[in-house]
Nanobody, 121 residues
Framework: QVQLVESGGQLVQAGGSLRLSCAASGRTFRSDTMGWFRQAPGKERDFVAAINWSTYYADSVKGRFTISRDNAKNTVYLQMNSLKPEDTAVYYC?????????????????WGQGTQVTVSS
C-alpha cells in the first residue's frame, strides 16, 4: 500500500521557521518528482515546490523555502523560513512519475493527508 505521510506543521509566528517532512512507503520513490502543494480554505491547491533532478519553486516562496530529499529514507523535506501569514494553509506532499508537469497537481498520482501550517501575525 502506497503511503505519503506529512508531519511538522504547527502554529508559528510571522518570521519564524518550520520544517515539514513527507515520509513515503509502499514503493520506490527515488525516481519520482516529489512536490509540495498548499491549500487555504476556499482556495485551489497551489504549487509550492518540487524536486526531481532539479528543484522548482513558486515565486511566492522563492528564497524563503527549500525543498530537499533523502532517498535512503524515502523522505522529502520542506524547510520554510521567514514565514508570513499568507503562508497559512494545509500543506500536501505528492509524488509523480512525470518530470515536466511538476506544478500541476492533477499530474500527481499519490498524496498525503496534509499537515496544517498556521502563521500568526
Amino acid at each position: 500500500q502506497v503511503q505519503l505521510v506529512e508531519s511538522g506543521g504547527q502554529l508559528v509566528q510571522a518570521g519564524g521557521s518550520l520544517r515539514l517532512s513527507c515520509a513515503a512507503s509502499g514503493r520506490t520513490f527515488r525516481s519520482d518528482t516529489m512536490g509540495w502543494f498548499r491549500q487555504a480554505p476556499g482556495k485551489e491547491r497551489d504549487f509550492v515546490a518540487a524536486i526531481n533532478w532539479s528543484t522548482y519553486y513558486a515565486d511566492s516562496v522563492k528564497g524563503r523555502f527549500t525543498i530537499s530529499r533523502d532517498n535512503a529514507k524515502n523522505t522529502v523535506y520542506l524547510q520554510m523560513n521567514s514565514l508570513k501569514p499568507e503562508d497559512t494553509a494545509v500543506y500536501y506532499c505528492g509524488s509523480s512519475v512525470r518530470y515536466n508537469a511538476y506544478s500541476d497537481y492533477h499530474k500527481y498520482e499519490y498524496w498525503g493527508q496534509g499537515t496544517q501550517v498556521t502563521v500568526s501575525s
